[in-house]
């Protein structure tokens, strides 16, 4: 059983920052990858970061170049900078771990409010 605490959400005006953290803990043997997903109210829970244990990285394309997904092998930790945030950013922001069995564990979210 793995499980994953987010911090670092909260409100921040546009064009501001914020550093998300997720620290997985449990039964953890061998992660695959750890991603970012973005939910906003009445839409689909979308990728929008993802990195794997090798540090090949993936981004959606409205988030390239103002978000950088990075990890800390050691403390089974994934980060998400996110800069120049927009409104559009709005969203619960949920951390996925997936392990070489290919099963997948999501944390509980993390509110991320930008203001114009």
């Known amino acids: 059983q793995v499980q994953l605490v987010e911090s670092g959400g909260g409100l921040v005006q546009a064009g501001g920052s914020l550093r998300l953290s997720c620290a997985a803990s449990g039964s953890i043997f061998s992660i695959s990858s750890m991603g970012w997903y973005q939910q906003a109210p009445g839409k689909q829970r979308e990728l929008v970061a993802a990195?794997?244990?090798?540090?090949?990285?993936n981004y959606a394309d409205s988030v390239r170049g103002r978000f950088t997904v990075s990890r800390d092998n050691p403390k089974n930790t994934v980060y998400l900078q996110m800069n120049s945030l927009q409104p559009e950013d709005t969203a619960v922001y949920y951390c996925k771990l997936t392990d070489w069995r290919r099963r997948s564990y999501w944390g509980q979210g993390t509110q991320v409010t930008v203001s114009s």
């Open positions: 990195i794997t244990s090798g540090g090949s990285t």
